[in-house]
């Protein structure tokens, strides 16, 4: 046997134990806890842009949502739990993106002219964004694990302005702003039509079936609304010059907050967010991770 056989011979050995890995139960169980991870973030962020829409300080976003937790009792042991389940889920998704149900090998046809080439594709990015999704939670919780938590809102400032500086980077920074009103319409629709059902077992008990029906509708609403509140401020900062306008989602939701009816929107969207948060964490219990 020559060198090149025994290294073919030693990666499909390599790709045989990921994708046995990956279909494992208990990598399933583990990494479920990513939903419930983002889900219980998702749950104090939708409170505090409520309470922040209506006067109180705070920070709306993800780090002012998890610096909530961390202050309350064995708020540190959940934080590292949460970061361990979204760990898993990030490895989850990017094993199933590359070796999984999602990925391209193996594909019948992998041609986006063809029905089943474009569903290929579009499986394949899903699992891939929502790996890098969670891997951003994953990098936002350790923060706060070794201790460095900082202002979102000043690093996506700062980040603004420095990519602004680059060539071209204003137009850059306008076309990140279209990419996200385009994720918060495609929540909106996906809201409205239902299309998460098919990643779901559906439960066959009325009163269970309803809520998870309703928070997925509401859920999927209120985080749409807060992605397009956000992608129009992105743009409109790069649009107008002021990159430095752009505080992530907390400026986003305190410029809604800003605009007439603004705190009954923050309420609409804050409990449109808690409920996103309720689904999540039923969706722990019934998404088929296939």
Same mark, same amino acid.
């Given at each position: 046997m020559d060198r090149s056989d025994k290294i073919k011979r030693a990666a499909d050995s390599a790709d045989e134990a990921v994708q046995e890995a990956a279909d494992s139960t208990w990598f399933e169980r583990t990494a479920r806890?990513?939903?419930l991870a983002n889900g219980l973030v998702h749950t104090v962020l939708g409170v505090t842009a409520v309470a922040v829409g209506f006067g109180r300080s705070g920070e709306a976003d993800q780090t002012g949502a998890i610096q909530q937790i961390a202050a309350k009792p064995f708020g540190m042991v959940l934080i590292v739990l949460c970061l361990i389940g979204c760990a898993l889920m990030t490895l989850w998704c990017l094993v199933n993106a590359f070796f999984g149900s999602s990925s391209l090998r193996g594909a019948k046809s992998r041609d986006l002219q063809e029905h089943e080439g474009r569903r290929r594709w579009i499986d394949f990015f899903k699992m891939f964004g929502s790996a890098i999704v969670y891997c951003a939670i994953v990098l936002t919780f350790s923060q706060f694990v070794v201790g460095s938590g900082s202002d979102s809102g000043k690093a996506s400032s700062q980040a603004s302005v420095t990519l602004a500086k680059a060539p071209g980077g204003l137009y850059l920074l306008m076309a990140i702003g279209v990419v996200i009103?385009?994720?918060?319409?495609?929540?909106?629709?996906?809201?409205?039509?239902?299309?998460? @059902?098919?990643?779901?077992?559906?439960?066959?008990q009325r009163p269970a079936r309803s809520l998870l029906?309703?928070?997925?509708?509401?859920? /999927?609403?209120? @985080?749409?609304?807060?992605?397009?509140?956000?992608?129009?401020?992105?743009?409109?900062?790069?649009?107008?010059?002021?990159?430095?306008?752009?505080?992530?989602?907390d400026g986003a939701l305190k410029a809604m907050r800003d605009q007439p009816f603004?705190? /009954?929107?923050?309420?609409?969207?804050?409990?449109?967010?808690?409920?996103?948060?309720?689904?999540?964490g039923l969706r722990s219990r019934y998404d088929r991770m296939e």
């Amino acid at each position: 046997m020559d060198r090149s056989d025994k290294i073919k011979r030693a990666a499909d050995s390599a790709d045989e134990a990921v994708q046995e890995a990956a279909d494992s139960t208990w990598f399933e169980r583990t990494a479920r806890a990513g939903f419930l991870a983002n889900g219980l973030v998702h749950t104090v962020l939708g409170v505090t842009a409520v309470a922040v829409g209506f006067g109180r300080s705070g920070e709306a976003d993800q780090t002012g949502a998890i610096q909530q937790i961390a202050a309350k009792p064995f708020g540190m042991v959940l934080i590292v739990l949460c970061l361990i389940g979204c760990a898993l889920m990030t490895l989850w998704c990017l094993v199933n993106a590359f070796f999984g149900s999602s990925s391209l090998r193996g594909a019948k046809s992998r041609d986006l002219q063809e029905h089943e080439g474009r569903r290929r594709w579009i499986d394949f990015f899903k699992m891939f964004g929502s790996a890098i999704v969670y891997c951003a939670i994953v990098l936002t919780f350790s923060q706060f694990v070794v201790g460095s938590g900082s202002d979102s809102g000043k690093a996506s400032s700062q980040a603004s302005v420095t990519l602004a500086k680059a060539p071209g980077g204003l137009y850059l920074l306008m076309a990140i702003g279209v990419v996200i009103v385009i994720v918060g319409i495609s929540f909106c629709i996906n809201g409205v039509v239902c299309n998460w @059902k098919d990643d779901l077992r559906m439960p066959g008990q009325r009163p269970a079936r309803s809520l998870l029906l309703a928070t997925g509708v509401i859920g /999927y609403l209120g @985080k749409g609304v807060t992605l397009l509140a956000m992608g129009i401020l992105v743009f409109v900062s790069a649009a107008t010059g002021d990159p430095e306008e752009f505080t992530g989602i907390d400026g986003a939701l305190k410029a809604m907050r800003d605009q007439p009816f603004g705190p /009954y929107l923050m309420l609409a969207v804050g409990i449109g967010l808690v409920l996103y948060g309720i689904f999540l964490g039923l969706r722990s219990r019934y998404d088929r991770m296939e």
